[in-house]
């Protein structure tokens, strides 16, 4: 996995041209339900972050495709619930990993439409929930809002990420300066999901 987001990165910096394409892309397979199984997405727009300090990509460009890469894999994931339904723990990959689809459930069943916003958060839960939103038939316009806003904070959460991470590495800082740095990163990212889970918290 970690070579696997090495070359992205690699990619990224050698075809600047198209870093909002691969990011896009990225992001749509951390979303999409039969794709986010195996893909270290989260890791790939963390490490992103650090080209964004070191000027290969623009922060809003960057941010505005993962966030619209990551709404598309909700809408995919989304209609594919709707259209299988009851069908979809016979298929795969849930044939085989059926605990992955329960957890959904039982998270959409506890927070209803905010799941989706909440689930953006949780790396287990991502995609699992919106493919569960589909197959509960939940209202297309709720879905979407909450798809939208969840995205719109959760991708430059991670790309800010990196950029801190990369800005406290790749300067002159002391290791104690480095380290506020490192830990202001990881709070950031648990903050933002904290705090998403908290305010839509469905009783």
Do not use: C
């Not at 990196?162 to 990881?186: C, D, E, H, P, R």
């Amino acid at each position: 996995m970690d070579e696997f987001v090495h070359q992205i990165v690699v990619f990224i910096t050698a075809h600047p041209n198209l870093a909002v394409f691969v990011i896009g892309a990225v992001a749509f397979g951390e979303s999409f339900a039969f794709v986010s199984f195996f893909f270290p997405g989260s890791a790939v727009l963390v490490a992103a972050g650090t080209l964004v300090q070191t000027g290969v990509l623009d922060p809003v460009s960057a941010a505005s495709a993962a966030g619209i890469g990551a709404v598309l894999g909700d809408i995919f994931s989304y209609a594919i619930g709707r259209k299988f339904g009851a069908a979809l723990p016979k298929r795969w990959p849930f044939r085989k990993h059926p605990q992955a689809l329960e957890r959904g459930v039982g998270f959409f069943k506890r927070y209803g439409w905010a799941s989706v916003f909440i689930g953006r958060f949780f790396g287990p839960l991502r995609a699992f929930v919106t493919l569960v939103a589909g197959m509960f038939r939940m209202g297309v316009v709720p879905f979407l809002a909450a798809s939208i806003l969840s995205a719109a904070v959760w991708a430059p959460a991670l790309l800010f990420s990196g950029y801190l991470l990369s800005l406290a590495f790749a300067s002159n800082w002391t290791m104690q300066q480095k380290l506020i740095a490192l830990a202001a990163a990881v709070v950031a990212v648990f903050v933002l999901a904290i705090a998403a889970r908290r305010a839509f918290r469905v009783r």
